[in-house]
């Protein structure tokens, strides 16, 4: 898998002491979280972590407690989340796209913003990148199939033109081909530099990781490269399911 982040790539995206959480209950504890230009940072977490909390308070979604969010080296986290899109940040939803629109409609959703030849540019350029899209442009998104959905969710996402791409669970209701497929297309994307943030539980993601972080809790529990995770002992257990043979507990 390519990667194009480099150790002296600026900071594109910085978080940090986020607080959040909805009524009484707290979800996010002083977390903080890096993304360099050109990076993939993988986000794992048991369900429940607050992994979507963590990524719709990037985008003004869920409303902060407290903390701060750079982006771009502007301060953002009391924009609007409209005006954190056009700043570069796009934000790719599990469902990601709206089923009783059609394929076209979807996508000029994703360009809202723009002026309407901006838009119709985009678009023909999205489609020219997503081919698979071209012949459903007028069906509904309802009708297309689970990996033609993520293709038009990604695409969507790609209208407003992002520097940084925040997705929740990209493999949600995939199948494994389609799960490769996915993988491979954000790989294409990564290596013409695009920043990605990807909160994920399947593994074939990792091989897409510049960096992974762990929250657990709400809480950031580790940062750093894969074969480090991979070596930890505890984390290797929590997120990776695995356990050594010596110690697994018999049947
Ligand atoms: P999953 O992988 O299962 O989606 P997650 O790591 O993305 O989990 P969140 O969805 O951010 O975790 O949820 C974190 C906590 O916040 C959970 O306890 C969840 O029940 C709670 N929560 C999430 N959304 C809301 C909401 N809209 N109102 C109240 N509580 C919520």
């Keep these: ?3 194009s982040a480099d150790r002296n790539e600026p900071i594109l995206l910085r978080a940090s002491g986020l607080a959040a959480g909805y009524g009484p209950l707290q979800v996010l504890w002083d977390v903080d979280l890096e993304v360099a230009s050109r990076e993939c940072v993988i986000l794992l977490g048991p ?13 003004g979604l869920v409303p902060l407690w407290g903390g701060q969010i750079e982006f771009g080296g502007s301060r953002v986290e009391r924009l609007r989340t409209d005006r954190r899109v056009q ?3 796009a934000y790719m939803s599990e469902i990601g796209v709206f089923p009783n629109l059609s394929v076209d409609e979807n996508l000029r959703l994703g360009g809202y913003f723009l002026p309407r030849h901006e838009t119709r540019l985009r678009a023909q350029r999205l489609y020219a990148k997503f081919p698979d899209l071209v012949q459903h442009r007028r069906a509904l998104a309802a009708s297309l199939s689970g990996g033609q959905r993520k293709m038009l969710s990604l695409a969507k996402a790609f209208m407003s033109g992002p520097r940084l791409l925040v997705m929740d669970e990209p493999s ?9 497929e996915v993988v ?9 530099g695009l920043s990605m943030l990807i909160a994920e539980q399947n593994l074939g993601f990792l091989d897409l990781a510049d960096r992974v972080c762990v929250l657990d809790s709400g809480r950031m529990r580790f940062s ?6 991979e070596r930890d002992d505890v984390l290797r257990r929590s997120y990776f399911g695995l356990e050594e043979p010596s110690r697994a507990k018999p049947d």
């Design 87 to 89: 700043a570069g940040i």
């Design 47 to 59: 369900n429940g972590a607050g992994k979507t909390t963590l990524l719709k308070s990037l985008l």
């Design 224 to 229: 750093g490269d894969r074969s480090t995770l």
């Design 1 to 3: 898998m390519s990667s």
């Design 172 to 180: 949600a209701g995939l199948s494994p081909r389609y799960v490769k």
């Design 184 to 192: 491979a297309t954000l790989d294409g994307l990564h290596a013409e």
